[in-house]
């Protein structure tokens, strides 16, 4: 299990500008939707922007404290 903030600030740190939306799906803590909309996601492929986000979370997610992740990238309109 994972704590929400703990998600939000691990991707903050890498993409700084992010607005992160974190939200548990089951109340178990490790099944999670995050939305991330970032500048830094500007002419990258959504592949690339997923990659730039698991990247963030690669700890919680090989050890499986995050067991699956909905995940929804965009750039600020």
Request: glycine letters at 10%; charged letters at 20%.
């Amino acid at each position: 299990m994972v704590q929400l903030d703990h998600v939000r600030s691990a991707i903050q740190k890498a993409l700084p500008d992010a607005s992160v939306e974190v939200e548990d799906l089951t109340g178990g803590g490790d099944h999670l939707q995050v939305k991330v909309v970032s500048r830094a996601f500007a002419g990258l492929s959504r592949v690339k922007q997923h990659q730039l986000v698991y990247g963030a979370l690669r700890g919680e997610l090989a050890s499986e404290a995050i067991h699956a992740l909905a995940l929804q990238t965009g750039t600020p309109a």
